[in-house]
């Protein structure tokens, strides 16, 4: 039995394809891709009409908290992965902040088996960058690369120490991985909870200056740059840091940057009335750095997006602002967030957009998938450009209900995720 | 709801002869004005206050304390309607202890502002004695509250509007009765 | 006129007419204060619940009195912020509170927003007594009852603001509330303490003591926190004095009945010296008799009804 995708507007960036076609998978891999191809399918055949229906390759996320082994209260690799299902996501690269910490083979291990168990997509383990997140010593990287860990970071955390920062760059390197920065300076940084302006002045809120979070990243691009590596900088939030991207990429160091749907779509306003789910790290900024971020976006300088799904429970959210932790669940909203900030406001291309979710993610840390070439993983995503749906908690898939987006109404939805060649998510709902 | 059926009880003369009459009647009463003292409730028992003042005065050729009071903190109806009254100041600027206070207000109805300033002045002091002026009392009383001193009694059904205008406050004198129908 | 709003969360936002209808209440219930029998029954059966998460003698014992003038039943509970980290949470303890029967929760928390979160999710209406370096409205009502009875008015004065503008929820209502009745502000202190793009309230801003307070009408002194020393947000007490204390000398650069305000409690010798606190320009103990009128009138408004209806019975 063959799965025949007919007449969607099949956007393939990676091979530069932009029109109808008809995709055939068997097998779990895309097995011919043209015109008509779906005019030979047999009673025993499945076929998705995609009329009117945009059809992607499945999308990746870089950057995601799947919250297990430690954290199941907030999300598990079975209720993250749906709800990455649900927001048309075939992949999701998982931080290495659990508890334990993956920072060795066993920890990359454990997530992969679980994943193979309990998840809906694919799963890559991103290991820790120090033992514990401490920053103090470097984590077994070669080990944990042999065994499946895709790149490194100590995200959600700082690597204070220029020293270690620098001997894991050479290292990470060495095992061909990239290392993931999270860049903020922790003095700075001290106890704020929003962005540092005229809003924590209002709201009287402990500030995150923009400045802790270009510091750093001018620091890892100069050591990236000395040592010769590739470094990726995580949720770049501040124009500073996208001018000191845009620098260094023009000089040539292998640098990229990723821009998470919540920075393109709110501004530190949305603070006002204290909403913790509004509470995320890095702060969201002001109305400059969202415009400086679409810039990076539409001149190349950023190439990828990552949503940081951050997902954590109710009760945890549910305290005072300066309590409440930090984090957005992300997965299943981040597509419709940006083609708002994106498609509607013209600040790319559908086909780029598609690209920084799906072959440039890919390129980046060496995954299969990211294109719809015949012979390719059938990875897809089928998007209704012209849903409109209210984003409200009903049917959400994520154990993390920490959304600022509830009651808005988006346009273009995921209806129809298949990886693998499997329909995991039709018509917004999870197949079990 | 309309207001129309407006009719009137007293004019201007009608309210200077009332005032008059009850003037010689507090000082009849009273056997003279010794430790007597006049306290309008706000708003227009102020002003009435004032004449009764003024009025006993040319009879007895003495100035007797006057003092005003607001009993917006001691009404019994908080909470039962979403507009708050603005709280005038009370002015009594002399003691009440051992005085026999006459309280004046213009509309007597179901006693219960009375009751209020009954409870404001015993804050206040412990009078001799208290006694009750009205220009109108229209009945329906819902308190076991009766005036000493009445202007004009005008029965009334539960529905009609007193209307009370003194020219201090509204430019002309009158009392007129409205129908209300609903 | 009526207090439409459910909390009183603060002063930004609140209009010019409800700024005046809160002060003009406040004056009768002045009365009340100075009165023998400091009791009026208005609001017999309410129960108002002081909830302070943070310690504050002061601002508890006038909210307290304020409720007990005016007959309603007032609870205290005082927690330590440490337990609020650890124990039960801000909404579980006001839900409880609320399921007991409390009209009024009066909340001091150390966090900013608490009351704000608070009062999404009771039935009580929250008056905020002070949360984190947000606002403190009643503070700001009561400094600007003082001003008005002292100068006859708020519109066209200018009023400067001395102290750490960067953790003071005091400085905040008092900017929001100044500037909608129509006051100039200006707002002086250490770089380090004057908060990012403060000047966008529509104030200005000043690092030298000497030209903030050039003509001033009013000065408010700020309480410096000796904490933040440690912090690093200035090198001494000794310094700090010496740069910004307001002493008499200083004060010469002000209108000449200049009113000093002071939220207290002071630091003699640091923010402020002993011959200004204690001279007759300053209203420090007046701030302290409106502070409780200004809290009758706030819990009368919002426990607030009956009818105004003058003449017509």
Known sequence: ????????????????????????????????????????????????????????????????????????????????????????????????????????????????????????????????????LKGQELAEMA?????????????????????????????????????????????????????????????????IPAVAED??????????????????????????????????????????????????????????????????????????????????????????????HAPHTTEEKAREYAYAPFGISGLETAWPLYWRELIEEKVMTISEMVASLTIHPAKRCNLPGGTLSVGAPADITVIDPNMEENVSLEGWESQGKNTPFLGWTLRSWPICTIVNGQIVMKDRKIVD | MNLPDKAQLMDSEGIRRAITRIAHEIVEKNQG??????????????????????????????????????????????????????????????SIDGKIVVLVDDVLFTGRTVRAALDALMDMGRPQAIQLA???????????????????????????????????IDGDDSVSIQKLHL | MSFQRKDLLGLRGMTAQEISYILDTALPMKDVIQRDIKKVPTLRGKTVVCLFYEASTRTRTSFELAGKYMSADTINISTSTSSVVKGESLIDTG??????????????????????????????????????????PTQGLLDMLTIRERKGTLEGLTVTILGDILHSRVARSNIWGLTT????????????????????????????????????????????????????????????????????????RCKSDVLVLHPGPMNRGVEIANDVADADFSAIEEQVTNGVAVRMAILYLMMGGGTANGSVH
């Open chain 1, 215 to 308: 510091i750093i990243v001018a620091r890892d691009i100069q050591l990236a740059e000395d040592t010769g590596s590739a470094v990726h900088i995580a949720h770049v939030s501040t124009a500073g840091a996208v001018e000191l991207i845009r620098q260094a990429r023009a000089r040539g160091v292998n640098v990229t940057g990723e821009v998470c749907p919540h920075h393109l779509a709110l501004t530190d306003s949305a603070v006002e009335g204290y909403n913790s789910s509004t509470k995320v790290n890095p702060p969201l900024r002001t109305e400059k750095d969202r415009q400086a971020l679409k810039e990076g976006l539409r001149d190349g300088t950023l190439t990828i997006l990552a949503t940081d």
């Open chain 2, 134 to 168: 009205v220009l109108v009392d229209r009945g329906h009383r819902e308190l076991p509250i009766r005036a000493d001193f009445v202007g004009k009694n005008v029965p009334t059904a539960k529905k009609e509007i007193i209307s009370v205008c003194v020219h201090e």
């Open chain 3, 95 to 136: 839900k409880t509170i609320d399921a007991m029967g409390a009209d009024i929760i009066v909340l001091r928390h150390g966090a900013s927003g608490a009351p704000a979160l608070l009062g999404k999710h009771v039935k009580a209406r929250i008056i905020n007594a002070g949360d984190g370096f947000h606002e403190h």
């Open chain 1, 1 to 132: 039995m063959a799965l025949y995708i007919k007449k969607g507007r099949v956007i393939d960036p990676a091979n530069e394809i932009d029109e109808i076609r008809d995709l055939k998978i068997d097998n779990g891999k895309i097995v011919a891709s043209g015109l008509a191809v779906a005019e030979e399918a047999t009673e025993v055949d499945e076929v998705i009409d995609c009329e009117g229906m945009l059809v992607i390759p499945g999308l990746i996320d870089l950057h995601c908290h799947l919250r297990e082994p430690g954290g199941e209260a907030k999300e598990t690799i079975a209720s993250g992965t749906r709800a990455a299902a649900r927001g048309g996501f075939t992949a999701v690269s998982a931080m290495a902040n659990t508890a334990p910490v993956c920072d060795s083979q066993s920890g990359v291990e454990f997530l992969l088996k679980r994943a193979a168990e309990t998840g809906i997509v694919r799963v890559y383990p991103i290991g820790a960058i120090t033992k514990g």
């Open chain 3, 181 to 252: 009745m129509g006051a100039k502000v200006r707002v002086c202190g250490p770089a380090t303490l004057l908060p990012p793009e403060i000047e966008a309230l529509g104030v200005e801003a000043f690092t030298s003591v000497e030209e903030a307070l050039e003509g001033a009408d009013v000065v408010n002194v700020l309480r410096m926190q000796l904490e933040r020393q440690q912090k690093g947000l200035f090198p001494s007490i000794r310094e700090y004095a010496r740069l910004f204390a307001l002493n008499k000398e200083r004060l010469k």
């Open chain 1, 143 to 207: 080990d944990m690369a042999t065994c499946g860990a895709i790149a490194f970071s100590d995200d959600g955390k700082t690597l204070s120490r220029s020293d270690l920062m620098r001997q894991a760059l050479q290292y990470a390197q060495m095992c061909q991985r990239l290392i993931i920065c999270h860049c903020e300076d922790d003095d700075l940084v001290h106890d704020g909870v929003m962005h540092e302006g005229y809003w924590s002045t209002i709201l009287g809120l402990k500030g």
């Open chain 2, 33 to 94: 004005v010794e430790d007597l003292v006049l306290v309008g409730i706000r708003r227009r028992g102020v002003p009435l206050a004032q004449r009764l003042r003024e009025k006993i005065s040319d009879i007895e050729s003495l100035n007797i304390p006057l003092g005003s009071l607001d009993i917006t903190l001691y009404r019994d109806d908080l909470s039962t309607s979403h507009v708050q009254p603005i709280i005038h100041k009370t002015e009594v600027p002399f």
